[in-house]
Structure formats: structure tokens, C-alpha cells
């Protein structure tokens, strides 16, 4: 998956099926338990197929010299995804503030700092052993 049109076909076959589930879920039903956490799960799954094209991009352009690395792409779409869920979950419960909101996005942020740190370091054997 070395080219950004395979992230924007998997892209587009993760986020067309659950945005048209999204649509249906809260058109056409009650928000009881069941409808609440396919709600969830298609939200997860539609922000995951639109941020999946951006982050290829992101990393093609600007990151690790020209070349995409799919496990970080597909890591930073889920880690927006679960941030997506994490603050709508929130906003139901009615505790979303802006300071939880900076939290929440400056703990994802950090989290992938990190990540990129410990690719960055490489292992070398015989040494400093």
C-alpha cells in the first residue's frame, strides 16, 4: 500500500457503507442501547475511512521521506476515530468542556508523538550491550 489511491479505496469502502448507516440510524430509528452502539461503531468506522486518505497524505507529503508507512496511517485514522468516539460519548453524558476537549486531543497527540519517537529509534545488536 505504498500509493494514496489504495488508502482512498479502502477509505472509501470503510466510510460510504457506515455514512449511509450513520444516515439510516439517526433518520429512521429510536436511540435505545442497540441503535446507540451501532451508532458508535459506524461513527468509529466512518471517521476511520475519511481520515485514512488524509493521513496517507499527511505522511506522504510531509513525513518519513516520500514514503508511506501503513501501520502509522492506520493507527492515527483509529486513534482520531477513538477520539471522535471518546468526546461524542461525552457530549451524551453532557460533561464535555473545552478543557476536556484539549485533554483528549492533547493525549492523542502526545500518545502519537511518542509512537513516532519509538519508530524513530533503531535497534541496533552489539551495541551498548
Known sequence: MKNVFAFFL?????ALPSGAGLYYLVMYTQPYLKE?????????LFVCGIMLPF???????????KRIN?????REAIGTALIAD????????????PPIVMICIGGGVL???????REAVEFRSGIDD
Open 55 to 65: 493521513f496517507a497524505l499527511l505522511n506522504r507529503y510531509f513525513f518519513t521521506m
Open 10 to 14: 479502502l477509505g472509501a469502502l470503510l
Open 111 to 117: 500518545a502519537e508523538l511518542l509512537w513516532r519517537a
Open 86 to 97: 471518546l468526546l461524542l460519548w461525552f457530549q451524551i453524558g453532557r460533561v464535555l468542556t
Open 70 to 74: 501503513p501501520p502509522t496511517v492506520v
Open 36 to 44: 446507540r452502539w451501532l451508532f458508535f461503531i459506524a461513527l468509529f
